[in-house]
């Protein structure tokens, strides 16, 4: 395999702001590929896709060199360099290699896969986490998948459209797609490609979400007419499906501490044809205790480590911390138990995350259960879906009834 400089330098230039500078990988990729209109596609995708498994990697990478020479750590162009020796390619004939060997990298690299933390790439806290959750082998088998590439999912906007028609649609934009039974308005990608280019994408005909994502809405049992809180709103993915779902009869208020995040809910919401969606600000308390006793469903997609969703973020496991896992464990319980009191008698209360960890979940919950408020609420159901199992993200559901 050839390597052309200009595209060499920009994977190198991409690792730089994502490991030194602290940026988020899919943000520096997309500027990056926006900067030069003479890439073509091959160009971009190995752009993206080398970025992204030399992130996916790093720790083992790291660990590489550091082993030949200890000053070198989180150097961009040494870990394209022990990337391209692992791949079997030949260095570009310009980088300076003399004190990496190709043989010295292979005889390391096969002493280190023998240990999971650095066979699976993952900071030493998550792994611990990981194991005292599910055991060494299944924590394996969990970290196999988190390293696979994710696939591109799609949702049909069922406002607009059947997922079969949509899927005849993308075919004669030159987009394949295939389904997945388990997930009736999914459509999955058969390879990657720019689908925000599309007409169908600009005619809002569906959004980009992951099949495990798009249990969330069906989960919580939501029919026409009634009145949901998505309560940690986000940019809106669970909203817009609640209100397909909803067939925009009934109400939806979403919710957020980010204005900038609703802004772009509105901007979706539009696209869609979701009428039935109000966007509100969380800047006060005043916010939630006027919508005390009042909804049949409320949607808590909690704020967590992420940890079901790596495959698509690898970036994510190298930002965060266990001092920050703690920190978001205490801010779930305090969302819990402020947010669940927007729930009517009779009403439902939702708990969802894209973390696989039970401290994160099933712990959450049953803690919340048997507090003084909690005890309103009985417990109905629960959903775990595992990406070794699902072959997609991570995620976790819960249905409480209030009493």
Known sequence: MSFHTNLVNAVIKGLDLIIIEGKYADKVIFKLLKSNSKWGSRDRAFIAETIYEIIRW???YNEIIISINPNKENNSLLLFLVWTLIKGYNPPSWINYKNIGHDEVKVIFKKLIKIRKFRHSIPDWIDEIGVKSFGKRKWDKELTALNEIAKVVIRANRLKIKPEE??????????????NKKFPDALILEK?????????FKKGFFEVQDASSQCVAYFTGVK????????????????LHLSALMENKGKIISLDIKSNKLNELRKRAKRANSFNIETKLIN?????????????IVLIDAPCSGIGVLKRNPDAKWKLSLDFYERTIIIQKEI????????????????ATCSIFPDENENQIRNFLISD???????????VIMPSISNFDGFYMCKLKRT
Do not use: Q, W
């Open 58 to 60: 790093k720790r083992l």
């Open 166 to 179: 949509l899927k005849e649609y993308l075919e004669r934009e030159n987009v394949n797609t295939y389904f």
């Open 192 to 200: 990657r490609s720019n689908i925000f280019l599309t007409k169908s």
């Open 224 to 239: 026409p007419g009634m009145r949901v809180v998505d309560a940690c709103a986000g940019a809106g993915g669970k909203s």
């Open 284 to 296: 006060n308390s005043k916010v939630i205790k006027k919508l005390h006793n009042s909804a049949d």
């Open 336 to 351: 819990l138990f402020k947010y669940s009191k927007m729930v009517k008698p009779g009403g439902l209360l939702i708990y």
């Open 373 to 383: 408020y909690g005890k309103k609420f009985k417990f109905i159901k629960e959903k």
